[in-house]
């Protein structure tokens, strides 16, 4: 096959990922950002009942 006859695949804009991946990319930056700034009492929750959440330690454990 020449190069002349090879065609590049039709795509539908509309089954393309772009905007999607562009969702995780923000979600995970922000994810590791919390992760880096967390306090030594805290614990981050992925997916939780927001993107992320944080919780002191000293909340699993009844405050003790």
């Known amino acids: 096959m020449t190069d ?3 065609q590049p ?3 539908d804009p ?6 999607q991946l562009r969702g995780y990319y ?3 930056l ?14 981050l929750y992925l997916e ?3 993107d992320y959440d ?3 330690r000293s909340g ?4 003790k």
């Not at 922000?30 to 614990?43: F, M, P, R, T, Y």
């Not at 699993?60 to 405050?63: A, R, S, V």
């Open 30 to 43: 922000h994810s590791v950002n919390a992760w880096l700034d967390l306090a030594d009492d805290e614990i």
């Open 26 to 28: 923000y979600q995970i």
């Open 54 to 56: 944080r919780e002191l």
């Open 14 to 19: 509309k089954r393309q990922a772009h905007n």
């Open 60 to 63: 699993l454990t009844g405050g």
């Open 9 to 11: 695949s039709k795509t």
């Open 4 to 6: 002349k006859e090879r």
């Open 48 to 50: 939780g009942a927001e």
